[in-house]
């Protein structure tokens, strides 16, 4: 992840086994993204913010032997956590780079592919991250993102708890506070919205943006519970919610039943250079 801000959301063992869960959630969309850059055996992929590499994981499956992926990330322990965990996951090389993505480096040179799942809504100022890119990458070069929208859902939500579903308030509690946590973090909770409009404005050609929602089940409940766990010393320094309130909400959790509508969405956008 960029570090010019610091990843919203912690680096820990346990951060890891939460976005295993994340990548279970996202396997749909991200198996879409990789069938629309047609991911060839011998292609050079960079990842940007490959994390432990879940999403890793997915694009090895797809290249061969000749094949390369570059995960490009600023912490060292999520690179060890996925070199150990890409061990065998394909015959394709894999070559973890530490680094600031946002500082667009040599790393991108030669790239037939570059994607990004969940990544960008952690830089600052994602889009000038987006048109600076556009500078690095040979014509053709195929691109592909996947980001969450945290902001969305929120519209339900609202609408139900409004309307008598007193059940969803757990849902609204955690839209907020997720909100609040990026904003006073002075990055964006929901750049894929407007990513497809900005990777246009940044002149990448056959530009393919698409929504999806992701339904509230046991899996999601469990993850906000452990989204809360890695941030609850940050929303308490932020005043967002204190520690006692995170416990709440965390009981409460327990107590849902699904279905419930979703709390958040993703954004699956696609473009050639």
Not at 13 to 42: I, W
Request: net charge neutral; glycine share 10%; with cysteine.
């Amino acid at each position: 992840m960029s570090d010019t801000a610091g990843y919203v959301l912690g680096q820990s063992d346990r951060a890891a086994r939460r976005l295993d869960v994340q990548d279970r959630h996202l396997a749909g969309p991200s198996e879409k993204l990789l069938d629309e850059l047609h991911l060839r055996p011998t292609d050079r992929v960079v990842e940007l913010g490959c994390g432990p590499g879940g999403f890793s994981r997915r694009i090895l499956r797809r290249l061969g032997a000749g094949g390369v992926l570059v995960g490009v990330d600023a912490s060292p322990g999520l690179l060890d956590q996925a070199r150990g965990f890409l061990a065998n996951a394909g015959p394709a090389t894999f070559e973890p780079v530490a680094a600031d993505v946002a500082a667009l480096g040599p790393w991108l040179d030669g790239a037939d592919v570059v994607v990004g799942r969940a990544v960008l809504h952690h830089v600052p100022m994602a889009e000038f991250v987006v048109g600076r890119l556009r500078t690095r990458l040979r014509p053709g070069t195929r691109v592909g993102f996947v980001e969450p929208d945290f902001r969305a859902p929120l519209a339900r939500i609202g609408y139900l708890e409004a309307t008598g579903h007193a059940e969803v308030a757990p849902l609204r509690v955690f839209g907020t506070a997720i909100n609040q946590l990026y904003q006073a973090r002075r990055i964006s909770p929901a750049v894929g919205a407007t990513l497809g409009a900005a990777m246009a404005a940044a002149g990448f050609r056959r530009v393919r943006a698409e929504f999806s929602e992701l339904p509230s089940d046991e899996s999601v409940i469990e993850n906000i519970a452990m989204i809360y766990d890695e941030l609850r010393g940050a929303l308490a320094e932020l005043g967002i919610l204190s520690a006692a309130e995170v416990d709440e909400q965390q009981r409460l959790l327990k107590t849902v039943t699904t279905p419930l509508p979703a709390v958040w969405g993703v954004h699956r956008v696609a473009a050639e250079a």
